[in-house]
């Protein structure tokens, strides 16, 4: 069949053929990344959100309808996931998500940013796509799974703190301070190109290239860069990839 999966062959007379719906496959393959992450996965009828630090639970009831799924972290509800089939394109699924995450029943448990659950999620069971509540400026983006209930957690902690760093770099990037390029004995397009990625991750704008020529100092401006997003930014960790041992060695130097 074009769409869906029908399980059974007719080769055996005792097999029961059964059709699942592209969008029932996204929901297995969603369940299974849910669990993998740390999230205990259950139906609504018999939902026990106590039961783990991170919950998932299945058609949770909104003023708006039912949500594929609302999360739970420490009994409170603190995100929506809307499910669609493989292949759909999600950018344009986020307000159908915001609309639940802006629906949940307010006389029970949750964590509300400006009226809303923070943490929105849509995904096919391939593709997943985040949006959180507690950026400065909210705005969806691709990940690679979910986030661990832990995660949310730790989040919505430093958010209540009010240390505005929190998640990852859309919040610290706004807190990086001016750059000083005599303290760090950087060459004028070092601190050029160091001011321009900084000012594109202000702009909401996370994907960007710097493009210097060979022998301008590319890895020690890499170096600082680092360095200021870990100092200043909240980062977490940094991936530095090299493609020739070699550079591995400079880098570690530079570093």
Known sequence: MADGVRVGSSESRDAVNE??????????DIDEQLEACGWVVQDYKSAAVAAAQGVAVREVPTTAGPADYVLYVDSQAVGVIEAKKAGMT???????????????????P???????????YESTGTETRFTSGLDPVPASRRVF???????????LADHAEGEGREPGLRAGVMLLPELDADAGHLWPAQAEAIGNLEQSFKDNRPRALIQ???????????????YRLLRYAGAQRI???????????QALREF
């Open 19 to 28: 059709y699942i719906a592209p969008e029932q496959l996204a929901r297995r």
């Open 212 to 226: 210097m020529a060979t022998g301008s100092g590319k890895t020690f401006t890499a170096a600082n860069v680092s």
């Open 90 to 108: 999600l950018t344009g699924v986020e307000p159908q998500t915001r609309k639940y995450q802006a629906a949940y029943p307010e006389a029970l």
């Open 239 to 249: 991936l530095f990839l090299v493609d020739r041992a070699n550079l591995g060695r």
């Open 110 to 120: 949750a964590v509300e940013i400006h009226g809303a659950l923070p943490f929105g």
């Open 145 to 155: 799974s979910f986030h661990r209930p832990d995660t949310l957690a730790r989040w």
